[in-house]
């Protein structure tokens, strides 16, 4: 079966080999000097007054800049980081690939243009990206989800393009996913409303054993249909699971972003296709 029938049949698709050593290399020595760089004061997230408000804005604020988000048991009851701050980051998001020169030449190379041309995307607007750490110990689970919940385009258009930058296992937190449970549709949406985020409905029930682990080594990209079901449980191992994703969503054809998504840029700043055909 050809792997674009594959990947609409199954809804992911899971191709071995596609970033080099030198790629992984160069996004993992570039995310290092990011964080060496990082003061964990100077985010405000955690400031103990209007949590939520302060720390939905830096996350809503992280659509177009370099936001560092950690994990969640990262900290002692004190507030203070129970590891170094390496060890102690969930993620880096929503723009690395545009404003930071390094994911931005690989998240714009032309093998990752050939594999979205080929699943036939005119004008591919990269939305979101992010660096995964999945760290050691502390690596929070990732419950399950649809990306289009989060990325929501009339008619729907997202697809998820996943990198793993280092073996990904059962043992570390590895992807799950549930073969043609994408046919079913968009459950719900997670949308702003006054400067806040939410959901419309809670989490539908879904039927664990009927997912598959994802389990690939590093190099391997994984392509996640937007209406995919996927999970990754929680790293309870002494190694870390560090992953790059990005997603792209249709910018021609009469698609329409919605205007409640939580990631929007203006006028001055729109969203850069990786091509246009
Ligand atoms: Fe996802």
């Not at 594999?115 to 990269?126: A, N």
């Not at 996943?162 to 590895?174: F, I, Q, R, V």
């Not at 043609?180 to 879904?206: E, N, S």
């Not at 391997?220 to 190694?239: D, F, I, Q």
Request: aromatic share 12%; proline share 7%.
């Amino acid at each position: 079966m050809r792997q674009v029938e594959q990947f609409e049949k199954d809804g992911y698709l899971v191709l071995p080999n596609f970033a080099s050593a030198e790629e992984i290399a160069a996004l993992r020595s570039r995310i290092a000097e990011l964080v060496d760089a990082f003061d964990p004061k100077s985010i405000s997230v955690f400031s103990t007054t209007n949590q939520k408000k302060t720390s939905d804005q830096y996350f809503l604020d992280s659509t177009s800049s370099v936001g560092f988000f950690f994990e969640e048991r990262a900290f002692a009851e004190d507030g203070s980081l129970k590891q170094s701050k390496e060890l102690s980051l969930n993620k880096i998001g929503h723009a690395l690939h545009d404003v930071d020169p390094v994911f931005r030449a690989f998240s714009r190379s032309p093998k990752v243009a050939s594999v979205v041309r080929s699943l036939g995307y005119s004008k591919p607007l990269p939305v979101q990206s992010m660096y995964i750490f999945k760290q050691p110990h502390i690596g929070g689970e990732v419950v399950p989800h649809q990306d289009s919940t989060f990325l929501h385009t009339t008619p729907l258009t997202c697809t998820g393009l996943w990198w793993a930058l280092e073996d990904a296992t059962t043992e570390n937190g590895c992807l799950w996913a549930q073969p043609g449970i994408h046919t079913a549709g968009l459950q719900r949406r997670f949308f702003t409303q006054g400067g806040h985020v939410t959901f419309d409905k809670p989490a539908p029930a879904y039927d664990l054993p009927a997912f598959l682990p994802l389990e690939c080594p590093a190099g391997t990209l994984v392509l996640l249909h937007g209406e995919n079901v996927h999970y990754s449980c929680a790293n309870l191992s002494a190694v870390s699971r560090h992953s790059y994703s990005m997603h792209v969503v249709e910018g021609a054809g009469g698609v329409t972003w919605a205007p409640d998504n939580w990631a929007q840029r203006g006028p001055g700043n729109p969203w850069v296709p990786l091509y246009e055909s």
